[in-house]
């Protein structure tokens, strides 16, 4: 009998693999994710992506050679620092972005919307602790 951490982590990472289903870019998970982190900090350095991303800094640099060479974000020197380069997004990127959000976000209101009134209450509730416990570091 699975415990209820195990449960947990079957019913996210399960989740986490449907909503993936939805995606019809070209961009793997780990590039919409770092465009998503992009996206949410606005101009910064790969280290700063690297960190919001908790990954190395070799593999943000990996996946964003490959989103910058697809046009997705653009890079910019860095204005007090020349060692330096800036992140942001580009055109493309916000539209790919917005349109992989907007797949998801109406596969899963298809989904919510079969549940009842008490049970969303119960997942909206649920869904602050996930937060939580995906950001906290303890």
Known sequence: ??????????AVARLNRRLRQERQSDLTATQLSVLGSVRVLGSATPSQI???ERVS????????????????VIKNPHPDDGRQVLISMSDLGEKVLA?????????????????????????RDATDLLVRLAEDDA
Do not use: H, I
């Open 99 to 123: 349109e992989e959000r907007q797949r998801r976000d109406l596969w899963l209101d298809r989904r919510l919307a079969t549940l009842s009134t008490d049970e969303r209450a119960r997942l």
């Open 1 to 10: 009998m699975p415990t209820e951490s195990q449960r947990l982590a079957q």
């Open 57 to 72: 800094q070799p593999s943000v640099a990996r996946t964003l050679k490959c989103l910058l060479e697809d046009s997705y």
């Open 50 to 52: 690297a960190a919001r």
